[in-house]
């Protein structure tokens, strides 16, 4: 699987937009990338993934490049809550049926009033 | 909606005693999974399951068993409680599909062996 590079932490203030990076520069062709969140204490919370176009849904939006070796996870106004450990995975499409879900480090989100 | 429920909440163990964590899901979800989360640490994987009858190992099911009798259900028995499986174990489930379809995580069960 391919392996995620993300910084350990990020600050955003409220209401503005929280733009998180990911680097997996060995990313195969049929490999998803896929964002999720973990607020203290809860379990783990799905964000949004893609293959290989931009997505967009009600929490957020996911900008994958071209050659598709990095991507940024867009929250467009974030509030407090969205204070959490975002983990930027990627999942291998073939060998296993389930498709492989490994969680790394993740970055840690800290939204300020 | 209720998606993954898990029960209990929180739970003291002592070492040698053994018990059954439960998980249910109302989505109607063939795949269902059992994660473990130490401190400060990422999820490992413990069984999987593709639907009733069939359950798999994943990366540490050393210490655990697990049944699926039912779409809805997949417990997680840990037999022997040792210290070592003191640990947050996270539910989830997801469509058929593999890395195509997201899965989702129940809210946890806090487990401490002493």
């Known amino acids: 699987d391919a392996k995620t590079t993300q910084p350990p932490s990020m600050d955003c203030a409220e209401g503005r937009a929280a733009n998180l990076p990911c680097n997996h520069s060995t990313i195969s062709g049929n490999e998803y990338v896929y964002w999720y969140r973990q607020i203290h204490s809860q379990g783990p919370q799905y964000i949004i993934h893609?293959?290989?176009n931009n997505e967009t849904n009600e929490m957020a939006s996911l900008i994958i490049t071209e050659d598709r070796k990095s991507s940024t996870l867009i929250l467009p106004h974030a509030t407090l809550r969205d204070t959490a450990v975002y983990y930027c995975?990627?999942?291998?499409?073939?060998?296993?049926?389930?498709?492989?879900?490994?969680f790394g480090q993740g970055t840690i989100l800290t939204v300020h009033p | 909606n209720a998606g993954v429920t898990q029960t209990p909440k929180f739970r003291i163990l002592k070492i040698g005693q053994s018990m059954t964590l439960q998980c249910t899901q109302d989505?109607?979800?063939?795949?269902m999974y059992w994660y473990r989360q130490d401190p400060g640490m990422g999820l490992k994987l413990i069984y999987y399951?593709?639907?009733?009858?069939?359950?798999d190992k994943g990366e540490v099911p050393n210490g655990y068993n697990v049944s699926r009798s039912t779409t809805e259900d997949f417990p997680l028995r840990l037999e022997l409680a040792a210290p070592s499986q003191t640990s947050v174990y996270f539910c989830a489930s997801s469509p058929p599909g593999g890395a195509s379809q997201p899965q989702h995580f129940g809210d946890g069960t806090r487990l401490s062996i002493l």
């Open positions: 399951s593709v639907g009733a009858g069939i359950t």
């Open positions: 995975i990627v999942r291998y499409a073939g060998g296993t049926s389930y498709g492989k879900l490994t």
């Open positions: 989505m109607n979800h063939n795949y």
């Open positions: 893609g293959l290989k």
